[in-house]
């Protein structure tokens, strides 16, 4: 079964009296394993498409199988419930809480999830390992560089075993060479772990990383190419 089925898919957002066609069609599928970059130009659609696929919109025409879920059907509880269980997210800010350490910050996942507390701390620690950062469970996002508070993050993504994450531009508040260095942990997750991660970059080195890079234009998929990547 394929991790993302898509198909025939649209958004359409009402402003005023102007109905704008973010997604006009859009029919896909991205295996378990696959390393996927997403491009195009600002208002092509892109952004769109990452927030239905992570659940976070859902859309106007068309079918969305996560993992053989139809989410299109799912209530807003069940669609946070498939989000916490299927996917985890990486975003340009970091998007950590600043009065909350590292590992706190890594465990709030399974506290929605409602794991207990000694389970939450030994995944937690696991997981801030798996991406380099034992020693920090107990500082705080001030007291890191963005790249470990990217890295806390990524951690945070992964700590639920969720089968794919979503990254949103996980590079943009990084310089060149902290950004090598988070596309080439996502690359080793994806290699040894076999997580999916799709992501959006607007920056080619960063699709590089990638073996299968999207692109969007007008809210149709413009090309779909697979490529040997860096790493």
Known sequence: MPLVEVSGVTKVYRLGDIDVNALAGVSLVIEHGEFIAIMGPSGSGKSTFMNMLGCLDRPTSGSYLLDGVDVGRLSRDELAEIRNRKTGFVFQGFNLLPRTSALENVELPMVYAGAPTAERRGRAIGAL???????????????????????????????????????????????????????????????????????????????????????????????????????
Not at 197 to 223: K, M, N, Q, W
Request: aromatic share 4%.
């Open 129 to 231: 390992r798996k991406v380099g950062l034992e020693g920090r469970e107990n500082h705080h996002p001030n007291q890191l560089s963005g790249g470990q508070q990217q890295r806390v993050a990524v951690a945070r993504a992964i700590v639920n075993e969720a089968p794919v994450i979503f990254a949103d531009e996980p590079t943009g508040n990084l310089d060149t060479k902290t950004s090598a260095e988070i596309m080439e942990l996502f690359a080793r997750l994806n290699r040894e772990s076999g997580i999916t991660v799709i992501l959006v970059t607007h920056e080619p080195d960063i699709a590089a990383y990638a073996d299968r890079v999207i692109r969007f234009r007008d809210g149709v998929i413009a090309s779909d190419e697979r490529r040997e990547r860096v790493s």
